[in-house]
């Protein structure tokens, strides 16, 4: 049975940094994309990262290049999201995936997903 299990959410103030992490289980890691996803209200799942099986190449959404850094250990299997310069708009909940394709974007490329763990920027 394969399980995504994120942690690290939590309240941080505007211009501060959160590490996220998914743990997976059940599954050959080093064969599967990983992406970070978050929900957004009346908007659905919006794509954030990428971590490519076949090279580790990353790919992000354009307003979080240069803020949020994707990153895995193929060893521990955990995918990690470093999100830094957070502003109050970054309020979401933030769901880890598996696909089985390169560099995927759109949520229904993904086959596993994670329960989501809150994160809200706030002063």
């Known amino acids: 049975q394969v399980q995504l299990v994120e942690s690290g959410g939590g309240l941080v103030q505007p211009g501060g940094s959160l590490r996220l992490s998914c743990a997976a289980s059940?599954?050959?890691?080093?064969?599967?994309?990983m992406g970070w996803f978050r929900q957004v209200p009346g908007k659905g799942l919006e794509f954030l990262a990428t971590s490519d099986y076949r090279d580790g190449r990353t790919n992000y959404r354009d307003s979080v290049r240069g803020r949020f850094t994707i990153s895995r250990d193929n060893v521990k299997n955990t995918v990690y999201l470093q999100m830094d310069s957070l502003k109050p708009e970054d309020t979401d909940v933030y769901s880890c995936?598996?696909?089985?394709?390169?560099?995927?974007?759109?949520?229904?490329?993904?086959?596993?997903w994670g329960q989501g763990t809150q994160v809200t920027v706030s002063s």
């Open positions: 995936a598996a696909s089985g394709r390169s560099r995927p974007t759109r949520s229904s490329e993904y086959y596993y």
């Open positions: 059940g599954l050959r890691f080093n064969l599967y994309t």
